[in-house]
């Protein structure tokens, strides 16, 4: 019979000890972590939403800092993470995701980053939304129906980016994205053939240079000609008025 109790006994102190079997993490004061993606396309001038290829969640990559520790891990997507070994030891963490390539200027070429801290506890699961937005600048650059019949003979219009990159944006229908530090809008247009209908002088447009080019913002250039006694080519920045120069006077100079 006492042989009996202590195998019962033995059988109960396996049991208590299964009942109190840690999961994944406990032992080592970690807490599982899933990560997630919603992307903004508002830009800040407008609200409006840009029309642009956003990416997947699984398009972004992933990096995790400690915030009040050190701590660093990179994975290649939110997915690799999220399906591997996504238990973290406790303290608070920044998620940062990307996608795209800030350097990689054109039309839907939008790169998005964002990012968001989190704290970790031992033993509980801690789900972290992460809100990715444009990380470029927006450029579009406009004429009015005053400026084409104006200059009637045509136009070109070119737009460089900080980096050098050079494109065309004489007939520009939608936003082109840029890394966030400046741009310049140059371009010639042929003025009106002259009352004795000798053709019309081509002009150097003066260059509009933009230096505080931020990201999540769309920047629209417009070139108008207004006449008020004399021709007058205005330059507008988001309908801002940021140049206004006498056709006739200082134009004449640049004609080539």
Do not use: W
Request: proline share 2%; net charge negative; hydrophobic share 35%.
């Amino acid at each position: 019979m006492r042989k009996f109790f202590t195998i019962a006994s033995l059988f109960a102190v396996m049991l208590s000890a299964c009942s109190k079997e840690t999961t994944k993490g406990d032992e080592k004061g970690e807490g599982q972590v899933l990560i997630s993606c919603v992307t903004i396309t508002e830009v800040d001038d407008t609200r409006a939403n840009v029309s642009c290829t956003t990416p997947a969640a699984e398009d972004f990559s992933l990096k995790i800092e400690g915030v009040d520790h050190t701590y660093t891990a990179d994975y290649a997507t939110i997915a690799e993470f999220n399906e591997g070994d996504n238990y973290l030891h406790n303290g608070t963490f920044k998620a940062t995701v990307t996608a795209g390539d800030i350097a990689e200027e054109g039309y839907d070429k939008a790169t998005f980053v964002g990012g968001a801290e989190f704290s970790v506890e031992a033993r509980e699961n801690t789900e972290v939304e992460v809100t990715a937005k444009i990380a470029n600048a927006l450029v579009k650059v406009e004429v009015t129906d005053n400026f084409k019949k104006y200059f009637e003979g045509g136009h070109t219009l070119k737009l460089t980016t900080a980096a050098g990159n050079e494109f065309d944006v004489t007939e520009q229908t939608v936003p082109l994205f840029i890394a966030p530090e400046s741009f310049t809008v140059s371009g010639t247009a042929v003025k009106q053939p002259n009352q004795s209908g000798a053709e019309g002088t081509t002009v150097a447009l003066p260059e509009y240079k933009n230096t505080e080019a931020k990201a999540q913002t769309l920047y629209t250039v417009k070139l108008d000609v207004e006449n008020a006694g004399s021709a007058q080519l205005t330059v507008t920045l988001n309908d801002t008025l940021v140049e206004s120069i006498d056709i006739d006077q200082e134009l004449n100079d640049n004609a080539k």
